[in-house]
């Protein structure tokens, strides 16, 4: 549980968990406002049973965590053994899921604006997946620094 | 025009215009091989209408430009006057946006593999757009180093 610790940390040191909302939905603290986080998640051998159901039934339970609201999902799959793309529109931006299971390959990326907790939908991914080897890169959207 | 030059020579830096393809699609040059770039943009201060029609038609003209090929395409209006989200599904990974008509702010995400050109998709919608401001981050996704 070594690096869910460091993850907190990264969260932390950038500002993450501490908060406020405006009334548009853009993130504000001390010393900058956003529009929001953005997660791009790389998973390496995790445990995937390559089915579409078991995908859609995680970024369900992803969404609900993170505290969003699902508008629309969509799923694809190239092919009989091949990957699967997925998109989910939410109220509050969008979670994308790309794999290569012949690399044992999983590219998350989830956007949250607005009150969520998009930590704990990387989280959430990251335990059910529980991955050989991860990385992990947090960016801020539509940053405005209010200190200059 | 000189912001284009300037990411141009990000893109050379990081080694994206010089790259080879391997029989599962992942990106392969001298140093590493990984999945694809995805392609953080964030506009301000951009000319749009605020129109789903508009959007959908500069993604169409953005997937194309960028030699990808389109799968599934959702927009969601979240009220009259207000932000638009979309989503396309590539064979390549995907695109999405989110409009926030409020604050004059767009943030796009281009995430592709494969023999594609996500930064002439980028430099599209830049030219489209023509926003006074913009953040472009580049991200290589499922990154392998080959050399040690």
Chains 1, 2 share one sequence.
Request: with cysteine.
């Amino acid at each position: 549980m070594d690096y869910l610790m460091k993850e907190k940390a990264v969260y932390k040191k950038n500002n993450i968990l501490k908060k406020s909302i405006s009334k548009d939905h853009f993130i504000v603290d001390s010393q900058e406002e956003y529009a929001g986080c953005h997660i791009l998640l790389d998973l390496w051998d995790a445990k995937f049973n390559n089915s579409i159901n078991t995908l859609r039934k995680i970024l369900k339970e992803t969404i609900k965590i993170s505290g969003a609201t699902l508008i629309h999902m969509h799923f694809h799959r190239f092919g009989k053994e091949q990957g699967i793309s997925g998109v989910a529109v939410l109220a509050e931006s969008h979670i994308s899921v790309h794999t290569w299971p012949e690399r044992n390959y999983i590219a998350f990326d989830i956007f949250m604006c607005g009150d969520t907790s998009p930590e704990l939908g990387a989280e959430h991914l990251t335990k059910t997946f529980s991955p050989k080897k991860k990385v992990v890169k947090i960016i801020k959207r539509g940053v405005k620094k209010l200190v200059k």
